[in-house]
């Protein structure tokens, strides 16, 4: 089974720090990655793809390093509504994705 | 934007009882997905299917079969339930591999 491993935290940090999540994946042959962000008791949303270049989506910054094998996410100038479970996702070349277990993100006032 | 339905929010059963849970996505996905959740354990595979009446075991196929007669329409079946099958399920979709799913809303079975 291919893995995703993610440190599950939480991770609790003030409104307006800048807050980074580190995800890694065991398979080399992997084609495509996410983050995907779920709110409590609600389905998992994409939060975005993760390209090979990095890619910004206002205040966040995904990042892939495939020597490495590792996937990150940046939140700049956390907001209390950033507070979630964040989701590593990879894809290879199976049907399925392969899901992270998480990490859980608490922002505070 | 694509629509994943599932027709329950929250069910709740007893030990025994065969259960139907109905997923509905309505943008013309390939692929079809179930899963269950729940706490530290992540998300879990339970079946999925890659085109009308295919459907491939996932990681934890054991009390569950699966019914795709039209694309649209992916059916979660718990056969005899059992209370270790209260769970958080989600069915998910996407148009093909290595695409991202989007997920329903997700039923939370309980079983009592």
């Known amino acids: 089974r291919k893995e995703v491993e993610q440190d599950p935290g939480p991770f609790n940090v003030p409104e307006g720090a800048t807050v980074a999540f580190n995800c890694t994946y065991s398979n080399s042959a992997s084609q495509s990655f996410f983050w995907y962000r779920q709110d409590c008791r609600k389905e998992p949303k994409l939060l975005m793809s993760?390209?090979?270049s990095g890619n910004e989506d206002g205040r966040f910054t995904a990042q892939l390093n495939r020597a490495s094998q590792y996937i990150s996410l940046l939140i700049r100038d956390s907001k209390l509504s950033d507070s979630a479970t964040y989701l590593c996702v990879v894809a290879d070349s199976g049907y399925a994705l392969n899901f992270g277990k998480g990490t859980s993100l608490l922002v505070t006032p | 934007d694509v629509k994943v339905t599932q027709s329950s929010r929250y069910l709740v059963k007893r030990t025994g009882e065969k259960v139907f849970l109905e997923c509905v996505q309505d943008?013309?996905?390939?692929?079809m997905f179930w899963y269950r959740q729940d706490p530290g354990l992540g998300l879990r595979l339970i079946y999925f299917?890659?085109?009308?009446?295919?459907?491939e075991k996932g990681d934890i196929p054991e009390g569950y079969s699966v019914s795709r007669e039209k694309k649209e329409r992916f059916s979660l079946i718990l056969e005899s339930a059992s209370t270790n099958q209260t769970s958080m399920y989600l069915c998910a979709s996407n148009i093909d591999r290595p695409y991202g799913y989007t997920f329903g809303s997700g039923t939370r079975l309980t079983v009592v």
């Open positions: 993760v390209y090979s």
């Open positions: 943008m013309d996905h390939e692929n």
């Open positions: 299917s890659y085109d009308v009446k295919m459907k």
